[in-house]
């Protein structure tokens, strides 16, 4: 008797855990994380410099549609690959498809710490030819919640 009803705890949890994952985009879980990446980086920004206030969607924008001429030839900008309006569908290098960065049209992105930093990385290198600041990943971000 005992040994069923831990057999039955155990069907709930695991029918909750997938019910959870399965959740629509929209699951606060996922709004939980970018509140969480943004969180980190306005802490890092501060931690920077003291009179820092907010990241801005204005310089978000301007950081995806610049062309700092620092970086690699055939990258000269954020929207070489991911095209001058976030919303539309990217394309990479070798023309692969990449979904639209704008969050309204990507509503799964934004939620892992570890894959945002991997591409901020990657891709800043490429376009800057230097690192983001935490400024610049928080505006970037800002900005692409805000399309
Ligand atoms: C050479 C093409 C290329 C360029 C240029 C490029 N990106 Fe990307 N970016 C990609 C690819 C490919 C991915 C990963 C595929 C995906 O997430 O759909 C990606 C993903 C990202 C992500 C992760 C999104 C997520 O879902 O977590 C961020 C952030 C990002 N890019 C920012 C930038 C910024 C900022 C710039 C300009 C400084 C930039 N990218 C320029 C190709 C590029």
New binding site residues.
Partial sequence: MKITWILLARLIAVAALTVGLAWPASHPAQAGQRQRIIASLTAEAKALDRSFQAFSADRGRI??SSRPATGKPD?P??T???TADPRNV?Q??AG?E??P?ALSR?P???N?ME??EK??R???K???GRA?SAVEKGD??TFMFSQ
């Fill in positions: 950081l995806f990258t900008s954020c070489s690959c991911h990217g990479t290098r692969k990449i979904a960065m990507s799964d992105r934004y892992d894959k945002v591409w901020f990657r891709n800043c490429s376009v800057l983001c970037y971000l």
